[in-house]
T-cell receptor, first 114, second 113 residues
Framework: GENVEQHPSTLSVQEGDSAVIKCTYS??????FPWYKQELGKRPQLIID?????GEKKDQRIAVTLNKTAKHFSLHITETQPEDSAVYFC?????????????FGPGTSLSVIP | GAVVSQHPSRVICKSGTSVKIECRSL??????MFWYRQFPKQSLMLMAT?????????EQGVEKDKFLINHASLTLSTLTVTSAHPEDSSFYIC?????????FGPGTRLTVT
């Protein structure tokens, strides 16, 4: 089955700097890669996703890149703000039917220092 | 937007008792619902996939007789933790999926004493 790895496990950046989180996946059939932000005690919130037919996607300060050949994808947050502090999870899925499982990475705890 | 609710949000129960958690899609019909468990400072681990009108599909290592899942309608799935033990204490999160995407419930914090 699919296995998703994520690095780093913790990340501290100064406010205004950029943050990069990297993930790898094992199943070459995976074609959907969402990223979630989870604040303590809250539900995961989808912040951006990318499908395998696209190499890069951007939404304001957040961007995601995908390298299908190498089976890795990354999240980039620019101009970080204290409210970006949270745990971020990458995930991978073989999208196509409603039965598809989403497998989560272990998470990255991001701290943005004011 | 798509809203998923869970009830209860927090529950404390004694060891050996059973607890039922409800997951509802409030404004859409969910063909599939998923149940996850999240221990402190860990990731979401998929427990089972719940399909309306059929038996749930459990992930490897998840005891189907201990974690009973019922998906009675397109808007409701329930997870019953039977004979709960302290090691079952965790944050249980459901998600519901339609053709547009997957939406998470707010989670249920279970504490077994």
């Amino acid at each position: 089955g699919e296995n998703v790895e994520q690095h780093p496990s913790t990340l501290s950046v100064q406010e205004g700097d950029s943050a990069v989180i990297k993930c790898t996946y094992s199943d070459s059939a995976s074609n959907y890669f969402p990223w979630y932000k989870q604040e303590l005690g809250k539900r995961p919130q989808l912040i951006i996703d990318i499908r395998s037919n696209v190499g890069e996607k951007k939404d304001q300060r957040i961007a995601v890149t995908l390298n299908k050949t190498a089976k890795h994808f990354s999240l980039h947050i620019t101009e970080t703000q204290p409210e970006d502090s949270a745990v971020y999870f990458c995930a991978a899925s073989v999208a196509g039917t409603s039965y598809d499982k989403v497998i989560f990475g272990p998470g990255t705890s991001l701290s943005v220092i004011p | 937007g798509a809203v998923v609710s869970q009830h209860p949000s927090r529950v404390i129960c004694k060891s050996g008792t059973s607890v039922k958690i409800e997951c509802r899609s409030l404004d859409f019909q969910a063909t599939t619902m998923f149940w996850y468990r999240q221990f402190p400072k860990q990731s979401l681990m998929l427990m089972a996939t719940s399909n309306e009108g059929s038996k749930a599909t459990y992930e490897q290592g998840v005891e189907k007789d201990k974690f009973l899942i019922n998906h009675a309608s397109l808007t409701l799935s329930t997870l019953t933790v039977t004979s709960a033990h302290p090691e079952d204490s965790s944050f249980y999160i459901c998600s519901a999926r339609d053709r547009q995407g997957e939406y998470f419930g707010p989670g249920t914090r279970l504490t077994v004493t």
